[in-house]
């Protein structure tokens, strides 16, 4: 009901290329850092919670790590706020004007 703290998720994806790839969390509570193959990939401390991953993912299977947090203030008083990933999370391709995206559960 009150939770203050952190929530990790751990996933697997595959890529054909890393050039251009972003993570994009969607909607999440309050915070997140996200490590790709164990690398940092970015902190994010509210929208948007786009990640280029670039540099620290490769082609083939990476490995992806999601800590999201939020502090005890967010839940002192009402409405109380959600933690965690909130929403749809996806990978994002850019190819110039061209953006392909897929789904990524985590």
């Not at 929403?87 to 995206?101: I, P, Q």
Request: charged share 20%.
């Amino acid at each position: 009901e009150n939770f203050a703290g952190s929530v990790e998720y751990e996933n697997t994806f595959e890529l054909d290329s890393a050039k251009d790839v972003f993570l994009d969390l969607g909607a999440a509570g309050q915070s997140a850092r996200v490590y790709v193959n164990g690398q940092l990939a970015g902190v994010r401390i509210g929208q948007p919670f786009v990640f280029a991953l670039e540099g620290v993912a490769r082609p083939g299977k990476n490995h992806l790590r999601v800590c999201v947090s939020n502090a005890i203030a967010a839940n002192v008083g009402e409405p109380v706020q959600a933690c965690g990933l909130l929403g749809e999370v996806r990978l994002l391709k850019m190819c110039g004007t061209h953006r392909d995206s897929s789904n990524l559960s985590v």
